[in-house]
């Protein structure tokens, strides 16, 4: 049995007058098309809220320091093809610097705050999920290891 190739990644929970922030990925060659958070993998030597700091200013140009982060649910996730998981860490902040805009046009093609209750049509499937989750305080779930559980 070999050891699966494990992504980690963090994701940015940012909310804002009863809507969340959310960006249409393209270009990336996973989930092109769809929406997502504020969201990328950790580099080497870094902490999750250093990661999800990171991003949040190369993804959205807004500053959010590390202390004002808050991990509020991991998720253990089956990835296809088979052999890929990833080990994802949702985040929020309730204060930040600046106003989030589209930094990385060439992966994102748009970025815009849209009602929780009504996600657009094309978001990733797992979101809602977690942010549901996240909702009922249910730190730690797994997803995409049942059989009907889609990929995005």
Not at 5 to 34: C, F, M, P, Q, S
Not at 98 to 111: A, F, L
């Amino acid at each position: 049995m070999t050891n699966p190739e494990t992504v980690l990644a963090v994701y940015l929970i940012l909310r804002k007058d009863g809507k969340i922030l959310l960006a249409r990925r393209t270009n990336t060659g996973w989930a092109d098309g769809h929406y997502s958070m504020v969201a990328g993998r950790i580099d080497g030597n870094e902490t999750i809220r250093q990661a999800m700091s990171r991003e949040a200013k190369e993804e959205a140009g807004i500053d959010v320091a590390v202390e004002d982060l808050k991990v509020v649910h991991v998720v253990h996730r089956h990835t296809p093809p088979p052999g890929k998981e990833s080990l994802d860490f949702f985040l929020t902040a309730s204060v930040w610097k600046g106003e989030p805009k589209n930094m990385e046009p060439q992966y994102c093609d748009d970025m815009n705050w849209f009602d929780e209750k009504t996600p657009p049509p094309k978001t990733l499937k797992f979101l809602p999920v977690i942010l549901e989750r996240v909702k009922h305080n249910i730190f730690y779930s797994e997803y995409g290891f049942k059989p009907g559980e889609p990929e995005f």
